[in-house]
């Protein structure tokens, strides 16, 4: 879906004011600030009620304006950038002189991406610049895919969303922090590990956390107002049915396997059997079954390999340090 013309100027317009724009990226939505306008940046924190010491990614229009914005760019970074960009891919570099430290949450390094949208390169192109954005949710809470999502979510607070349809990829970017002479993962996302290990032609290290630091210790991410429980896929359906026997009510993560399985609970998902379709769903999904009343989501992990790590990823973060049953 294309956003009109006169859409992508008034955004532009927007950001080149000091004002917040969501935008449709092919991961998620994001909400966007002039990436060299410290007040704007500051504001997206404040509206996300995020800590500032939790770096933003920044959006830029071309691999060719990498050189822009980051100190310098290494060869295996470079390499990176020609083969998956636009894409959902987010290196972290050393900061170029640009990038003011609110967006990088006061670190001496940056992550920059160029999203695989035709809305969120209309915006780069008419702006100019670097666009700084986190996803669009509130901090902690579950990224949205949707226009939609963003306006239930956040409403006045963003100055101006642009509607570029339902998100094609559905989890956040793949992380890689190409800073040092080995690159690894920071976060699991839209590229898959084995693409990139394919390109580098060696294995990769993937951080289950990121390296920075916040501080404090927030209990989960990417999360749900309801618990998620994660359990072993053949007892999903009994769990499920446990804890709605038990008063709760329970959303359950059907496996494509038990697809018609009848299942005693307040609300049912059909996992798709396709990691794609998987991905682009699950943050709908949650939403769903939030939307619906669950207060208990049981569901399991998929394989953890090509997009099915991300989803690991994103479902093992949604639970918690300790929810796992
Ligand atoms: O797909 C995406 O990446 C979406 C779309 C909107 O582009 N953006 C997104 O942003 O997921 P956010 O802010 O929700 O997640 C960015 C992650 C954070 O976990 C942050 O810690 C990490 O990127 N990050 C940003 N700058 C970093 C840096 N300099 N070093 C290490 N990690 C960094
Ligand atoms: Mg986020």
């Known amino acids: 879906m294309r956003a009109r013309t006169s859409d992508i100027d008034k955004a532009a317009g927007v950001l080149r004011g000091g004002g ?3 935008f449709p990226t092919e ?3 994001g909400l966007g600030a002039n990436a060299e306008d410290s007040a704007a940046v500051a504001r997206v924190f404040q509206v996300k009620g995020r800590p500032p010491s939790h770096p933003l990614i920044v959006h830029i229009g071309g691999a060719e304006h ?3 914005w980051v100190e310098n760019v290494p060869v295996t970074a470079r390499l ?3 083969r998956f960009w636009p894409g959902p891919l987010t290196l972290v570099l050393p900061r170029g002189r640009r990038v003011p430290f ?3 949450g006061g670190l001496e390094t940056v992550a920059v991406r ?12 008419a702006f ?3 666009v700084a954005a986190p996803s669009a949710n509130r901090f902690g809470s579950v990224s949205p895919t949707t226009a939609n999502h963003v306006r239930a979510e956040l409403g006045d607070e963003v100055d101006f969303v642009l509607d570029g349809g339902p998100c094609e990829v559905g989890v956040e970017s793949t992380i890689v922090d190409a800073t040092g002479e080995a690159p690894s993962v920071l ?3 839209g590229v898959t590990r084995e693409d990139l290990e394919a390109v580098l032609g060696r294995p990769l290290a993937v951080h289950s956390t990121s390296r920075v630091r916040v501080p404090g210790q927030h209990p989960s991410h990417y999360a749900p107002r309801a618990r998620v429980v994660l359990v072993e896929p053949e007892k999903v359906v009994a769990e499920a049915e446990l804890a709605q026997e038990l008063g709760h009510q329970v959303g359950v993560f059907l496996p494509p396997c038990f697809a018609d399985a009848a299942v005693k609970a307040h609300a049912v998902v059909a996992i798709p059997g396709s990691m794609a379709a998987y991905a682009r769903g699950l943050y709908g999904f949650l939403r769903e079954l939030d939307q619906r009343g669950c207060d208990l989501i049981v569901a399991s992990l998929p394989v953890e390999e090509g997009l099915g790590l991300a989803i690991a990823n994103r479902l093992r973060r949604a639970a918690g340090p300790r929810s796992s049953a």
């Open 20 to 22: 917040l724009v969501a």
């Open 27 to 29: 991961t998620v939505y």
């Open 66 to 68: 990498l050189g822009d």
């Open 80 to 82: 990176l950038a020609e």
């Open 102 to 104: 609110e967006a990088t």
């Open 114 to 125: 160029v999203p695989d949208h035709p809305v969120a390169l209309a915006l780069l192109a």
């Open 128 to 130: 100019g610049g670097g």
């Open 187 to 189: 976060r699991p996302g």
